[in-house]
């Protein structure tokens, strides 16, 4: 194979990524835990990365959201010197709230215009994510068309079920993070079967033929691209992406219409 030729292999693959529109759920600043090979990163990596890799925008998390607490990670999220646009939105880190408060965050009734989702640990900040404990951030969310972001591994898939069916109009986003979501595909899709406004997203669903076999059950509305930045190398959803033997309308949808249909319909 000559040098000619990959180099025009390369620069059609590059077109094809830059025509999906990628628009990209997970992308994460900050020093990331639990991945000592990981780098740091910044508001100036993101912004070089997102060039590199195609990437229009996507939603931006701080790990000291999870490390630290949801304050200090939504705090830092605040101070990155980003220009959040109609393509890059923040997520918030939520807690759940006490009888008459309302908002992502105890005592916090408004967020700012750049946060679009609010994500939450069950598991790592030491609560339950049923209706009784996680309801009024649920309803808030509900009441914004905001969409609330949850790890596989952060939440009990009974609860989660429990939320999705009492709090139907919430757009819930399961994440694929931190271990495959692979050995979960059963549950994974039975819970997408009862819950239509359960949505998945792709970083860890790396396996041979699944992104086919989801399309084939629940269609290419409910899938949403994420890449785990920079823990993960994006080009491993995007891969996944391109290379799936799906009709390209359907790789656009799950590349970035998807999430960009969900994150337009937050409401102030």
């Known amino acids: 194979m000559s040098l000619e030729l990959l180099r025009r292999m390369a620069a059609e693959r590059r077109a094809q990524m830059e025509a ?11 020093a990331p835990a639990g991945f000592p090979l990981a780098a740091e990163a910044t508001p100036e990596s993101l912004r070089a990365d997102m060039t590199a890799y195609g990437l229009r925008g996507g939603l931006v998390s701080h790990w000291r959201g999870v490390t ?9 999220v605040a101070q990155a010197q980003i220009a959040w646009d109609e393509h890059l939105h923040a997520v918030w880190t939520g807690l759940p709230t006490g009888p008459g408060q309302n908002g992502p965050l105890p005592g916090q009734d408004t967020v700012p215009p750049y946060v679009r989702a609010v994500r939450v ?5 030491n609560f339950v ?18 969409p609330l972001l949850v790890r596989h591994t952060e939440i009990d898939w009974p609860d989660l079920y429990q939320l999705a069916r009492t709090f139907a109009e919430l757009p819930i986003i399961l994440e694929s993070q931190t271990r495959k979501l692979l050995y979960h595909t059963r549950t994974l899709f039975a819970l997408l079967h009862e819950c239509p406004n359960v949505h998945v997203e792709l970083s860890n669903f790396a396996a041979q033929g699944l992104l086919e076999h989801a399309v084939a059950q ?4 409910r899938l949403i691209f994420g890449s785990f930045w920079p823990v ?6 995007i891969g996944l992406i391109l290379d799936a033997d799906l009709p390209w309308e359907r790789k656009t949808m799950i590349a970035g219409g998807n999430l960009r249909r969900l994150l337009q319909g937050v409401r102030a």
């Open 129 to 146: 994510a049923v209706d009784w404990c996680l309801g009024g951030l649920c309803r808030w969310l509900t009441q914004r068309a905001m």
């Open 20 to 30: 999906l529109e990628l628009l990209d759920a997970g992308l994460w600043l900050g």
């Open 232 to 237: 993960n190398d994006p080009l491993v959803p």
């Open 218 to 221: 629940v269609g290419p509305e």
């Open 68 to 76: 630290e607490s949801a304050q200090a990670g939504n705090e830092s």
């Open 121 to 125: 640990f069950p598991h790592s900040h």
